[in-house]
């Protein structure tokens, strides 16, 4: 028996996230730690909670058991309701072998019978990768009163980083009139964020033709929406006006987090009425001993302050002992900063241990601002003394 639903919304949560490094080795790019107390994917999901979207299929692939254990029945994002809930979708066998999502497109053809299950009017293509808040319920409300085939959320970028992008060209009323993959001399500055509606009945038709090409890359950007447009199908751009971040390279994780430092951060992790939630283990209060010294720092439950940290977010159950000096950092749950360590301008994943009096990164100047990032993978211990370079990688087979 169908359950009705006006909208189903379908979060692409399975890339490797390559650009990562170390940091997405044992974890899918979703499930990366931000902001000292959230995950990436924890920004989609509080998005379709608040914007009234209770039925969420999360499609993973790529190294999906953390990720998989995390988002459980949905709970920490209130969407395990009794007509509603988040629903892991990972790529199943069918006949003798299994298929692999070929591309975001296969995605979700692949899930067609998961869809139908609710017989949507419209169909809501989320990424997993990017922090963001936003009410989907004013897109919804665009597509429907332009009567549109599709929508696709569009934020303004400079010109010169537009080539970066997926660039939609539009006329005044915002009808979507030729789309371009990163190109070489944009006409627009209008770049899609990954972020779709869809009229279901003709999705289902393009993605059922798509799946029967050979030739096609089963991709939104490369492959459905330029067949819509070339089709004459009516596809518009929704502006978006608040801050939108793709951190799926260390360059923009990083900044991302640093920007929750600003003494006006662009996006507001304490803002009541539109809270992002997450699922998190229940830690005891930081503590912040007399002799420590913390400025301008994000410091997650759990977390003993001995030594010294400046500009840095620190998740839950991190240790700095006493005479430790921690930069401009990034610092994920439960790692060990021992005593009279230097770690300045690095991202550190999940039960490291740096050494007693290891440097890691260019410590020995904290003001300079020009210097590479360097990345610790999980479970990695810098043994006392040892010293790490400013942009080096460190994982098991380095």
């Known amino acids: 028996m169908r359950r009705k639903k006006k909208i189903v919304a379908m979060l692409l949560a399975g890339g490797q996230g390559s650009r990562l490094g170390v940091l997405t080795a044992e974890k899918a ?12 994917i924890d920004f ?73 299950q609710f017989d949507p009017d419209l169909l809501l293509v989320l990424s997993g990768d990017h922090i963001y808040k936003m009410n989907y319920k004013w897109m919804i409300d665009a597509h429907a009163a332009k009567g549109a085939d599709a929508t696709i959320a569009v934020i303004p970028v400079a010109m010169e980083e537009a080539s970066r992008f997926g660039i939609m060209n539009t006329d005044d009323d915002m009808l979507i009139t030729e789309f371009e993959e990163k190109p070489a001399r944009p006409k627009s500055n209008l770049a899609s964020m990954g972020v779709y509606v869809f ?96 400025v301008n720092s994000l410091i997650c439950e759990g977390c003993r302050i001995y030594g010294t940290v400046e500009n840095s977010i620190l998740s839950s159950g991190v240790i700095v002992e006493r005479g430790a000096k921690l930069y401009d950092s990034i610092v994920m749950a439960d790692t060990m900063i021992c005593e009279g360590a230097q770690v300045d301008m690095t991202i550190i994943d999940e039960q490291v241990v740096i050494g007693k009096g290891a440097v890691v990164g260019e410590a020995n100047d904290p003001r300079q601002t020009d210097k590479e990032i360097a990345v610790i993978a999980k479970g990695m ?18």
């Open 44 to 116: 989609p999901l509080s998005n379709c909670a608040y914007s009234g979207i209770d039925t969420v299929g999360v499609l993973t692939q790529y190294k999906p058991l953390e990720l998989n254990t995390y988002i459980g029945t949905g709970s920490a994002w209130n969407l395990d309701t009794m007509t509603g809930g988040a629903y892991v979708l990972p790529p199943y066998s069918v006949g003798e072998s299994g298929e692999w999502y070929s591309g975001t497109a296969n995605a979700i053809y692949q899930n067609i019978g998961f869809i139908e």
């Open 199 to 294: 009229t279901w009945e003709k999705l289902r038709k393009y993605l059922k033709s798509d799946a029967n090409d050979p030739d096609s890359d089963s991709d939104f950007g490369k492959d459905i929406i330029p067949t819509m447009l070339a089709a004459g199908e009516k596809l518009y751009a929704y502006e978006y006006g608040g801050y939108w971040k793709d951190v799926g390279t260390i360059q923009s994780l990083w900044e991302a987090n640093m920007e929750l430092l600003k003494d006006d951060p662009p996006i507001n992790l304490y803002d009541e009425p539109w809270r992002i939630f997450s699922r998190n283990p229940n830690e005891p209060p930081h503590f912040v001993h007399e002799d420590a010294k913390v």
């Open 29 to 40: 790019k979703p499930a990366v730690a931000y902001g000292g107390k959230y995950r990436i």
């Open 381 to 398: 211990e810098i043994a006392p003394g040892d010293i790490v370079a400013a942009g080096k990688e460190v994982r098991d087979d380095s």
